[in-house]
């Protein structure tokens, strides 16, 4: 796909969606009066 | 010739910088209001005010640059950087600003002295080596500018340097903060509509997306791996490791970034920043990133020709959007985007450097009596002392500041990275253990990068050089903390010490 490896489509794409993933994570868990 | 309207669009975009500034001014009372605009930027400001202090001009044509000399390998960097903001919110922010919001800091040497109980020793060995290391920084960026006025004006390299650094310096010296982040929000949106517009027009003349990585796999397969391994290889995974190490926390603990925390308005701000800023800056820096592959298309297909200089490379995106573009007014408005890259840095870190010598040496060191008014007019002449050093430095660059400036992020992630981790999340951290890990780790990048950039095989470096100076800072944090006595819990509970991030 798109003249790239599946291992490149893999990593590149995994790592982005992980971190994707626990941001939107942190947001929705955040407390807006911490100590 | 200079074209009239390209000079135009960048005469507009400095004179509306300089207006940004005599405004700013207008809402500046006291040193607090200079150095955080008073703690009263909304969410748009400061997320664009964090993109805009990661962004430097620099990696706008660095980016592209490497791209197009390493190819897909080096794409890591494109998610480390953005990445480094949501870091520094995250791990840095949330505890930092409710601290400083209740103790009243103004840099974070402020937290520094007050979490390791030191206020002069490491608040002034902290801010010496923020200076140091922010100054060189800025004399890198200044290269940027440089690049830009001479490709696009024929202007000699001292005087594109003079004109750049006479307008950031103005609206930082006048207006404090409030300028340098209104003028990031402004930049900010130039830049990312900016590369938005520009990056696929590149990509587009190079065939588009799919063309170019199978042009870049047949000139060299390794060309579209995720990274490389064998001899001579550069972006192997262990140095990738470490290099996303490096942009992720170094950046987020660089002087001119992490400050910007403590000038938030409101702490729920933190709540979606690290998202909306990963998700915005990212996909400029992705599309940067492709614009330097479609530089290696370009190339080959004699669409370009970089001209015969050491730093070609950095060249690729401003020769790509030439090739692409047929208008030279349309190159005026790329040279807009990248001054506007170049500035949004630049002011943030004459500011840093400013006020560290005017608050926390002068102020907290010096001349502890000094009244308000004074430690203001210290710090606007120390910005323009700032700005004049860099410009002296960046003018003829001496070899050990190219090389110092190509080492600045590895500087900033081995000095403080460390201590301001440790200080947060660690309660044993102590005084000593910090100056151990500033002062050697400083020492360690130093020594490392040395032998990285020169290329002596004292051993086979198989990380990024910043790698071995931060495990170096790591061990001198924990032995020195363990052999020396540990801080009041009454501090370490003002500080809000410990391992959380939040307070349950």
Known sequence: MFGLPLLTIVSVGGTVLIILIALIFWGLNFKESPA | ?504
């Not at chain 2, 008073?38 to 990661?54: K, N």
């Not at chain 2, 800091?105 to 109980?117: G, H, K």
């Not at chain 2, 550069?234 to 490096?246: E, K």
């Open chain 2, 1 to 504: 010739m200079i074209d009239p309207v390209a000079a135009g669009l960048v005469a507009i975009y400095c004179i509306a910088m300089l207006a940004i500034g005599v405004w700013a001014s207008r809402k500046i009372q006291n040193i607090s209001d200079y150095v955080v605009a008073g703690r009263s930027l909304d969410f748009w400001v400061f997320t664009m005010l964090m993109i805009g202090a990661v962004c430097s001009g620099m990696s706008l044509l660095g980016v592209s640059g490497l791209g197009f000399k390493y190819a897909w390998p080096t794409i890591w960097e494109q998610i480390a950087v953005p990445l480094s903001i949501s870091f520094c919110i995250i791990f840095f922010g949330v505890k930092m600003w409710t601290v400083a919001k209740k103790s009243g800091y103004i840099t974070v040497q402020d937290y520094l002295a007050q979490r390791y109980e030191s206020q002069q020793t490491l608040r002034g060995l902290s801010a010496v080596s923020g200076i140091v290391v922010s100054m060189i920084y800025l004399a890198g960026q200044y290269t940027a500018i440089s690049i830009v006025l001479m490709w696009l004006f024929g202007l000699p390299h001292w005087l594109a340097l003079l004109i750049g650094a006479a307008i950031v310096t103005a609206y930082t010296v006048i207006g404090g903060l409030y300028a340098v982040a209104w003028a990031s929000l402004v930049q900010g949106i130039i830049l990312i509509v900016g590369v938005i517009i520009m990056a696929p027009i590149v990509i587009m003349a190079a065939g588009g997306f799919t063309n170019i990585n199978e042009v870049m796999a047949s000139v060299n397969p390794t060309n579209v791996d995720p990274w490389v391994t064998g001899a001579g290889a550069v972006f192997t995974p262990t140095y990738i490791f470490s290099f996303f190490l490096l942009l992720t926390i170094g950046l987020a603990c660089a002087p001119h970034v992490i400050n910007n925390i403590l000038c938030v308005k409101d702490v729920k701000y933190f709540k979606w920043t690290p998202l909306i800023a990963f998700v915005v800056y990212g996909a400029v820096m992705f599309l940067l990133k492709f614009a330097g592959f479609a530089g290696i298309v370009l190339v080959k297909d004699g669409m370009i020709t970089l001209p015969q200089v050491k730093n070609a490379s950095d060249f690729i995106f401003v020769y790509g959007v030439q090739a692409a573009l047929p208008s030279i007014a349309l190159w005026g408005i790329f040279a807009v985007i990248v001054l506007a890259a170049v500035m949004s840095t630049t002011d943030r870190l004459m500011l840093t450097i400013g006020t560290y010598f005017a608050w926390d040496i002068y102020k907290k060191i010096l001349k502890p009596d000094a009244d308000d008014k004074k430690v203001l007019f210290v710090n606007k002449i120390s910005v323009v002392m700032a700005a004049v050093v860099t410009l002296l430095l960046a003018i003829n660059p001496p070899d050990m500041l190219v090389w110092l400036i190509w080492a600045g992020i590895g500087i900033m992630f081995a000095t403080f990275a460390v201590p301001l981790l440790a200080g947060l999340y660690w309660r044993r951290a102590t005084r000593q253990g910090a100056m151990a890990a500033m002062g050697l780790g400083l020492a360690a990048s130093l020594f490392f990068g040395g032998l990285s950039y020169f290329k002596i095989d004292l051993f086979p470096m198989a990380f990024h050089f910043s790698f071995y100076a931060f495990v170096i800072s790591v061990i001198a944090m924990i032995a020195v903390s363990y052999l020396t006595p540990p801080h009041d819990e009454k501090v370490l509970d003002e500080t809000l010490t410990g391992w959380y991030i939040q307070k349950s």
